[in-house]
T-cell receptor, first 111, second 111 residues
């Protein structure tokens, strides 16, 4: 399974944008990039995913580098409820769709 | 809500006793997964199922077995619990868009 590298922790302020980076230099051409987040004492929840083009949804935006070796999850206006561990995961297009979770980035939001 | 529940939510058991955790879905999805999460680790896949009676191992399957006799239920069994199996266990289902939805978790303590 291709691996991802994320910073262990990041800090931001409420109502400011947050850019969470992820490196995946060994990504294959058919791997999707998924982001999940885990709020305290809860199971992970899906945030967004993409293949090549940038993606937007109600929760966040995903910016994918042209060579696909890195991506950035963008929270446009962070709230205290966005404090969580964010996981960047590569998912193979075929097969059982197993997700391999790394350590993730612990995001702290300051009021 | 994705319609996924886990039972029990908390359990304390003694070393050597059998334990069964249940995951129930109301969504009729084909794929179901069991993960464990320990401090300092992301989620690690134990077993998964791709249909009734169809299961396969994940990365940390030793000491665990699973069964899926109905689409809606996926059982995880610890035949003889050990202290190293003290963990939080999450069940997940995968929808047709390849998003995984996670249950609330079961906190298992083996004394």
């Amino acid at each position: 399974d291709a691996k991802t590298t994320q910073p262990n922790s990041m800090e931001s302020n409420e109502e400011e944008p947050v850019h969470l980076p992820c490196n995946h230099s060994t990504i294959s051409g058919t791997d999707y990039i998924h982001w999940y987040r885990q709020l305290p004492s809860q199971g992970p929840e899906y945030v967004i995913h993409g293949l090549t083009s940038n993606v937007n949804n109600r929760m966040a935006s995903l910016a994918i580098a042209e060579d696909r070796k890195s991506s950035t999850l963008i929270l446009h206006r962070a709230t205290l409820r966005d404090a969580a561990v964010y996981y960047c995961i590569l998912r193979a297009i075929q097969g059982a769709q197993k997700l391999v979770f790394g350590q993730g980035t612990r995001l702290t939001i300051n009021p | 809500d994705a319609g996924i529940t886990q039972s029990p939510r908390h359990k304390v058991t003694e070393t050597g006793t059998p334990v069964t955790l249940r995951c129930h879905q109301t969504e009729n999805h084909r794929y179901m997964y069991w993960y464990r999460q320990d401090p300092g680790h992301g989620l690690r896949l134990i077993h998964y199922s791709y249909g009734v009676k169809d299961t396969d191992k994940g990365e940390v399957s030793d000491g665990y077995s699973v069964s899926r006799s109905k689409t809606e239920d996926f059982l995880l069994t610890l035949e003889s619990a050990t202290s190293s199996q003290t963990s939080v266990y999450f069940c997940a289902i995968r929808d047709s868009l390849y998003e995984q939805y996670f249950g609330p978790g079961t906190r298992l303590t083996v004394t």
